[in-house]
């Protein structure tokens, strides 16, 4: 190995446990905001079912309330996760993740044509599970747009291509930028046949933001840390320091051959 490339692996394993603890810390936050607006609710609930009264019914004009619209081929416990390669792949890749979360964007740099090559060879299967965290830890609705649009490109057929789009193009975190659906469509145009009046309509209309919300409380019960987190074949591999893209695809290969 050039000294070059160690170098290039070492920063990328930097910059990732760097990103590990700057979730850590805002998980805390979080925490912290939600007992104290615990407490507030508990002195002052007659306000609060005053603010719930009036926004009920506001969700872009999706669909009918309590209706949750899976986008196309969504698999998995209550049709929560999109598959990506495969369905005969021996080893499945599960990833939870938000387009707003840098984390995200630095393990997608990172791991990305690796997962391409595994999956387009057959070897490896992904199931993508979208969470909204950075729009509860900073405040706006850019995660759950971004998570809704991606969805949308999924009905069309093209969430791989879309899913790199968005991390290719990734505001910095303090920056609302994907609550803007123009925005969203925008991006659509870097992806060959995305753009249609069908995904144009999806994302205005905000179709499976409900499913969006759905994925994002299955990711809170199931108690995880922070996004991303990468289960091999149901192990936590994002949490193994000595994981870099080389070990992914050699863990791949071997279960292949078994």
């Not at 998980?27 to 002195?43: D, F, P, Q, S, Y």
């Not at 499945?92 to 044509?113: G, H, I, M, N």
């Not at 505001?171 to 469509?185: N, Q, Y």
């Not at 969006?212 to 074949?233: M, R």
Request: glycine share 8%.
């Amino acid at each position: 190995m050039s000294e070059k490339n160690r170098e290039g692996k070492w920063t990328a394993r930097e910059r990732l446990a760097v990103e590990r603890e700057k979730q850590k810390t805002a998980e805390k936050r979080r925490r912290a905001l939600i007992v104290g607006t615990t407490v507030v609710c508990v002195l002052g609930l007659a306000a609060v079912v005053g603010v719930v009264a009036a926004n009920t019914g506001k969700n872009d004009g999706a669909a009918k309330a309590g209706q949750v619209v899976a986008p196309s081929g969504a698999q998995g416990e209550d049709g929560l996760a999109i598959p990506v390669g495969k369905a005969s792949a021996k080893s499945k890749l599960t990833v939870w993740e938000d387009f707003r979360c840098p984390a995200c964007k630095v393990f997608e740099q990172a791991y990305r044509s690796t997962i391409h090559e595994l999956t387009n060879a057959g070897q490896l299967k992904v199931e993508y599970h979208l969470a909204t965290i950075i729009d509860g830890n900073m405040r706006g609705t850019g995660s759950r747009n971004a998570a809704n649009a991606a969805a949308c490109a999924q009905d069309a057929g093209k969430f791989p291509a879309y899913h790199d789009v968005l991390y290719d193009n990734q505001p910095p975190e303090t920056e609302d930028a994907f609550a803007d659906k123009s925005r969203l469509i925008e991006l659509a145009g870097k992806v060959d046949g995305l753009d249609t009046p069908a995904f144009r309509s999806c994302v205005e209309n905000g179709t499976h933001n409900s499913w969006v919300e759905k994925s994002n409380e299955a990711f809170q019960k199931a108690g995880f840390q922070g996004t991303p987190t990468v289960l091999l074949d149901g192990k936590n591999i994002y949490q193994d320091q000595s994981m870099t893209p080389a070990k992914l695809k050699q863990m791949v290969q071997e279960a292949n051959k078994g």
